[in-house]
């Protein structure tokens, strides 16, 4: 029996791995759950898992979740803020830790996972933009396994041997990571003027959250997922690829130098590497229907267009110029991400806010979590006078 810690368990990928946990009450149990601010969702989950712990991260809405509890009749210990979501990673009551939480706010409760020997299932890809190099030595000292639920790399994982070792050794050529393109695939930058959020939120082939969508829409999400990818497989930027394939039914693909190129297919649907992740290196049910290929009939791929969506082609920069230059990425772009859904800043801005932020990227002084911290602040301030010009500059939408 596994004890499970789902930290972001109110977000997109919280439902999808809950729904997978459901199915094998055998299997599972969840000992911690942890989100935001929404506490009437948090209390519904707890009033069904029945966690050991239950952690809001604003401690404004503890008030709210132990008066929902205490109306359901729900017995679970109640925590708040930041601390108490390192406690969440880091506590007796899990083996498993589900890292779910969006953004740079899910990078230190990551981290403590790691360091205290978790099976750590990861979607947090921010957390490993920032601090990839901390979170691998966090896991070395942990002794704990790292087992990546983003779709590419879960199947870039599943492309690969399990023996350990470098990925020369197993006769890798390159890793391709494989995109949607977005919504707004095909279209022109003159087209892409007055997007509004909810057109960049209406994302063809994925439900997720609207952050991760707004960043599919720019493509920033796939420049994440290349740092991402760069760190977990220890792959050089050369050897990253992306295609872009518009049925998101190939999840990613890797090539071997004899030319072989395994790929992993599946239904556009988290809850397959959810699954993988959370039985590996079993198979478990997920819930998810038969990808019928004749029905699917198409698998078109395509060079991704890097002029029209500068954030892959900015993230590729950012990680061949090392430094504070990821952390800068990743801060820049939640600033700006934030603006554009507040209504505050057009959809093209967002990949302008993080060029001009990057180009005045210093070097790192170190690589502890302080020094990390530090650059994510200091990046975020410099976004935050950006975004102010630029958004006195053009109305965002109508
Ligand atoms: P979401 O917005 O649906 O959910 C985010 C979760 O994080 C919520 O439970 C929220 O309460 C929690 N959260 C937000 N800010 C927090 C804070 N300050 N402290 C504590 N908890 C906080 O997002 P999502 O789509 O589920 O994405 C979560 C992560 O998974 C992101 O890093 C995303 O890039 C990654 N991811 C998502 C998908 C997907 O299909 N949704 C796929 C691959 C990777
Ligand atoms: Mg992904």
Redesign the pocket.
Known sequence: MRSLSV????????A?TLDVVARHPDRFRIGAL?????AAALAALCAKFRPELAVI??PACATELRERLRADGTHCRIESGPQA?IEAAAGSHCDTVVA????A??LESTLAAARAGKRLLL????AVVMAGSLLKAALREGGGELLP???EHNAVFQCLPHRGGTLAAAGVRRIVLTASGGPFRGRSRSALAAITPDEACAHPN???????SV?SATLV?KG?EVIEAHHLFEAAPDCIEVVVHPQSLIHSLVEYIDGSLLAQLGQPD?RTAIAYALGWPQRIEAGVATLDLALAARLDFEKPDLDTFRGLALAYAALRAGGSAPIVLNAANEEAVAAFLAGRLPFLAIAETIERCLETAPPLAGNDLATILDADLTARRQAHRIIDTLSSRTPAHS
């Open positions: 930290l972001g368990a109110t977000g997109s990928i919280g999808s942890a989100a935001h601010r929404n991260a604003d979501l779910a939480i969006v953004g706010a899910g979607a947090n890809k921010e639920l983003d779709s994925w439900r997720m959250g609207r952050k991760i960043d999400n994440l988290m």
